[in-house]
């Protein structure tokens, strides 16, 4: 596609709930990066992955966040037991080379209730 | 381990002015990459400017140019000429070596352009 296209752009969770976003990448693109950005914060790091593997999913902060990629293009982030913690905005990039030119959708806002 | 900081939260500017907006890096890695994303209030993340680390010459891209001072750690944004377009959260960040090239994102700068 044109661009990093994120969905659902917006989402309302109970506690407990599970939830799953997804990101379409940038075709071609074998790099991509899994963010959450907080109110006022900058981007934190979650997971990468380089072609269909986790390469770095260093960033998780717990055995509840689980992310994807089985044919190396769409990835799904998925979030068990969901808590209010778990509110923030899931950026998604994707990058050809991983040098630079990161290219970020527009963001999954999550909201749990 | 790579750690970027902007210590303005907040900073405002007249239309057509110049405003310079601050970063400044920690990493052991000799090699690296700094950049620049504009994230207005829709949220998504626009890419401005890159420079790399072995680049003598300061990135420039339009009105948006990068003061990169490596013996300082610092890779400061100047934009010129402000337009109230510019007004949104400029983040600073910066990857590293080692085949992940997984960037590390300062905290950002709220930019408030005047007319």
């Known amino acids: 596609g044109a661009g990093v296209s994120q969905t659902p752009s917006n989402k309302v969770t109970e506690k407990g709930k599970y939830v799953e976003l997804r990101c379409d990448p940038i075709?071609?693109?074998?790099?991509l990066y899994w963010y959450r950005q907080s109110l006022g914060q900058g981007p934190e790091f979650l997971i990468y992955?380089?072609?269909?593997?986790?390469?770095?999913d260093s960033g998780l902060p717990n055995d509840r966040f689980f992310a994807v990629r089985p044919e190396g293009s769409v990835s799904t982030l998925k979030i068990q037991r969901t808590e209010r913690g778990d509110s923030a905005v899931y950026l998604c990039?994707?990058?050809?080379?991983?040098?630079?030119?990161?290219?970020f959708g527009s963001g999954t806002r999550l909201t749990v209730v | 381990a790579q750690k970027i900081t902007q210590t303005q939260p907040g900073m405002f500017v007249q239309e057509k002015e110049a405003v310079t907006l601050d970063c400044t890096y920690d990493?052991?890695?000799?090699?690296?990459?700094l950049f620049w994303y504009k994230q207005p209030s829709s949220g998504e993340m626009i890419f401005l400017i890159y420079q790399g680390s072995y680049d003598e010459q300061n990135a420039t891209e339009g009105r948006y140019s990068l003061n990169f001072q490596k013996a300082r750690k610092s890779a400061n944004l100047v934009i010129s000429a402000s337009q109230l377009g510019d007004s949104a959260m400029y983040f600073c960040a910066m990857r590293g070596v080692g085949g992940s090239y997984i960037p590390t994102f300062g905290r950002g700068t709220s930019l408030i352009v005047h007319p």
């Open positions: 990039a994707s990058s050809a080379t991983g040098e630079y030119g990161y290219t």
């Open positions: 990493t052991s890695d000799q090699s690296y990459g």
């Open positions: 992955f380089q072609g269909t593997g986790a390469a770095d």
């Open positions: 075709s071609g693109h074998t790099a």
